[in-house]
């Protein structure tokens, strides 16, 4: 395996560059963990996972797989930088992460600080990691963040969620084994799915990457690797996640999503996210909402945000996925999409709307400030975010 990939550095905007993680689909790939362990000349791994992985009996498999007993250190659900302190730096040299994104994120920093030292939010940003990181394999335990499959760590600092973003931080190599997850709750199920679902469509209707500013290779906009990527990642989600969640046995559905999610994770690993994935980060902020929930309170405000540059595109998705009959013209298509996202969050229990999380008018001005601000998703949204999502919010979801 590759040890010495690199950040290939800027760009010009009309080319196109682009990198996936190595990974390994199937059922009962994670118990060929200590092989890969082997491979990475890893022996003493240092196992990052959480209770409720442990609790629910997903952890043993894996641990069963290992020859040794390794070191464990417990994730949090919102992990902060301040989880990543005191780490046993003399007695492991790799790094295991088996569970959700939280997991999976909290070990990107963990491989990066075995490597380089110093405290984790000295790596938060975008291209700040200086070199290789420990060596560092994921199991992901649900079908949703797809981080197995992506350069980036979202962790809270101070209290504000921010990321480190940096291809040094792609694991070397991800184990994605539906057995994992045939056990996972509903609501887990529908909350993670629903993000994943959001990560296809987002990295689908991203802004061209002719039309990114330069910058380091991290969400670099739309190209046609991006494109491929999400259009079989949103078609199979779209097709398995009410499966899921609602006949959890359907294995077939949970095959599903685990392939899905890790192909939208590769696929927005690539082009970057947009406004929905903004809003919601800002709507956890405030609410302390789980994160599929606010993207589910988000999706209609920002494609509706999004539709007047972005019609066509979304009447083509509609067509594809079935929504609307071949008579339909645009608008109709346009519009069937964003109603079978509103139909599908319904469906699955989350909320519609941001007054379902409890926001109201008085509260849109911070809304937008927080969204306006963040830099890593913004600028391959298509449309560029301005003060006119203050009117789109308060048309959409407060009835100015």
């Known amino acids: 395996m590759d040890h010495s990939r690199h950040s290939p550095g800027r760009l010009e905007s009309a080319s196109f560059a682009f990198a ?3 990974a390994r689909f199937g059922e009962g790939v994670a118990t060929t963990v200590d092989d890969v362990l082997t491979e990475l000349d890893v022996s003493n791994p240092l196992l990052v996972t959480d209770e409720g992985v442990e609790t629910a009996g997903v952890l043993e498999p894996v641990r069963d797989a290992l020859d ?19 780490l046993p730096t003399d007695e492991v040299d790799g790094v295991l992460a088996v569970g959700g994104g939280s997991c999976i994120d909290t070990a990107k920093l963990v491989a990066t600080l075995l490597a380089h030292g110093g405290d984790a ?52 190599l991800a184990l994605v084994d539906p057995t994992l997850t045939y056990d996972l709750p509903a609501d887990v199920t529908a909350r993670s799915g629903f993000d994943a679902f959001v990560h296809a469509l ?9 039309w990114v500013e330069p910058r380091p290779i991290t969400y670099q906009g739309a190209n ?40 939208a994770g590769a696929a927005f690993s690539i082009s970057g996210l947009g406004i929905v994935h903004a809003l919601a980060s800002t709507l956890g902020g405030l609410t302390d909402e789980p994160h599929g929930a606010c993207l589910a309170a988000s999706i209609e405000a920002g494609l509706t945000y999004n539709l007047p540059i972005r019609r066509e595109q979304y009447a ?23 109603a079978e996202c509103n139909r599908l969050s319904e469906s699955l229990g989350l909320p519609t709307s941001m007054t379902d999380l409890g926001l109201e008018r008085t509260d849109v001005g911070e809304i937008v400030e927080n969204t306006l601000v963040q830099e890593r998703r913004l600028p391959t949204n298509p449309r560029d975010a301005d003060e006119e999502l203050r009117t789109c919010l308060l048309t959409v979801e407060f009835d100015a």
């Open 68 to 86: 040794a007993t390794p070191t464990i250190h417990y994730a949090t659900t919102e992990p902060s930088t301040a989880d990543v302190t005191d």
């Open 224 to 263: 046609p690797v991006s494109r491929a990527l999400a259009r079989e990642a949103l078609s199979t989600i779209h097709g398995a996640l009410e499966r899921a969640t609602f006949d959890g046995g359907d294995r077939d559905a949970r095959r599903a999503m685990s392939v899905g999610s890790h192909l």
């Open 20 to 22: 996936t993680t190595d």
């Open 316 to 338: 083509s998705i509609a067509r594809s996925l079935e929504l609307v009959d071949e008579g339909a013209t645009d608008d109709e298509a346009a519009s069937a999409l964003v």
């Open 202 to 210: 987002e990295s689908l209707t991203a802004r061209d990457h002719r």
């Open 121 to 172: 939010a000295d790596y938060l940003g975008v291209d700040e990691v200086p070199g290789p990181v420990a060596p560092f394999v994921a199991v992901p335990t649900t079908s949703g963040t797809g981080s197995q499959a992506t350069q980036t760590a979202v962790v809270s600092h101070d209290g504000i969620k921010l990321g480190s973003s940096d291809e040094y931080l792609r694991p070397d």
